[in-house]
T-cell receptor, first 112, second 118 residues
Framework: GQQLNQSPQSMFIQEGEDVSMNCTSS?????WLWYKQDPGEGPVLLIA?????ELTSNGRLTAQFGITRKDSFLNISASIPSDVGIYFC????????????FGDGTTLTVKP | ETGVTQSPTHLIKTRGQQVTLRCSSQ?????VSWYQQALGQGPQFIFQ???????GRGNFPPRFSGLQFPNYSSELNVNALELDDSALYLC?????????????????FGQGTRLTVV
C-alpha cells in the first residue's frame, strides 16, 4: 500500500525559531493535507493543498504541494509554545475527504 | 470543537471479547470514516460509510465491521479482540457527493476512543 515518510520524527526548538518539516511518498497524490494533533484530541486540519506547485498560507503556517505530486512541506514561522504537538501529513487520491493516507507524524517541542 | 462526538472515551477489554464504538457525525455531514491510530503512529484508514453502506476499506480483517444509521451516525465493531487492537480509534465525518453536484468538504475528527485490550 501507499506509505508516507515524514521527517524529522521529532524537533526540539526555541520559541521564536522557524520550523520546517516534510513528507514524501512513493505514489502520487491529488490532495495533500497537514494536520495537528494535541494530546487526547483528534487531528485538526491546518492546510489543504489541491494543485501541484500550490503554495498556501494559514497565519504563520505555509505549506507547498510538490511539483511531482509525491511530496509536500510545512513551515511554521516564529514558533510559539502553543505550536507544541504532533504534525501529520496526509495524502488523498480522489476528492473524498474521509479517505486519507497519513504519515507517522513529526513531534514538535517548543522551549520558551 | 468539531461537532463530531465519540463514545466511550476509554475502554478496557479482554482478548477475545467484542467491542462496539460509536460516532455521531457533524450536522450536515453524510459520511463517516473510521481510523485506527496505534501509539506513535499516524491514523490508518479502516473503512468509510456513506449512504449506510461501506464505501471503501483499508487493510483490516473482516472482524472489523461497521454500520451507519439513517441519521448518519456510525458504529465500529471489532470481534475476537487481539492485543494489537489496542489503539486510539478515530472517526471523521465529512460531506461527500458524487456526480455533477459533487460536494466534498474537509473531514472533521472526533476526540477518539482509547481501547486497551488486555
Amino acid at each position: 500500500g501507499q506509505q508516507l515518510n515524514q521527517s524529522p520524527q521529532s524537533m526540539f526548538i526555541q520559541e521564536g525559531e522557524d520550523v520546517s518539516m516534510n513528507c514524501t511518498s512513493s505514489s502520487i497524490f491529488n490532495t495533500w493535507l497537514w494536520y495537528k494533533q494535541d494530546p487526547g484530541e483528534g487531528p485538526v486540519l491546518l492546510i489543504a493543498l489541491y494543485k501541484a506547485g500550490e503554495l498556501t498560507s494559514n497565519g504563520r503556517l505555509t505549506a507547498q504541494f510538490g511539483i511531482t505530486r509525491k511530496d509536500s512541506f510545512l513551515n511554521i514561522s516564529a514558533s510559539i509554545p502553543s505550536d507544541v504537538g504532533i504534525y501529520f501529513c496526509a495524502g488523498q487520491l480522489g476528492t473524498n475527504a474521509g479517505k486519507s493516507t497519513f504519515g507517522d507524524g513529526t513531534t514538535l517541542t517548543v522551549k520558551p | 470543537e468539531t461537532g463530531v462526538t465519540q463514545s466511550p472515551t476509554h475502554l478496557i477489554k479482554t482478548r477475545g471479547q467484542q467491542v462496539t464504538l460509536r460516532c455521531s457525525s457533524q450536522s450536515g455531514h453524510n459520511t463517516v470514516s473510521w481510523y485506527q491510530q496505534a501509539l506513535g503512529q499516524g491514523p490508518q484508514f479502516i473503512f468509510q460509510y456513506y449512504r449506510e453502506e461501506e464505501n471503501g476499506r483499508g487493510n483490516f480483517p473482516p472482524r472489523f465491521s461497521g454500520l451507519q444509521f439513517p441519521n448518519y451516525s456510525s458504529e465500529l465493531n471489532v470481534n475476537a479482540l487481539e492485543l494489537d487492537d489496542s489503539a486510539l480509534y478515530l472517526c471523521a465525518s465529512s460531506l461527500y457527493g458524487q456526480g455533477e453536484l459533487r460536494m466534498n468538504t474537509e473531514a472533521f475528527f472526533g476526540q477518539g476512543t482509547r481501547l486497551t485490550v488486555v
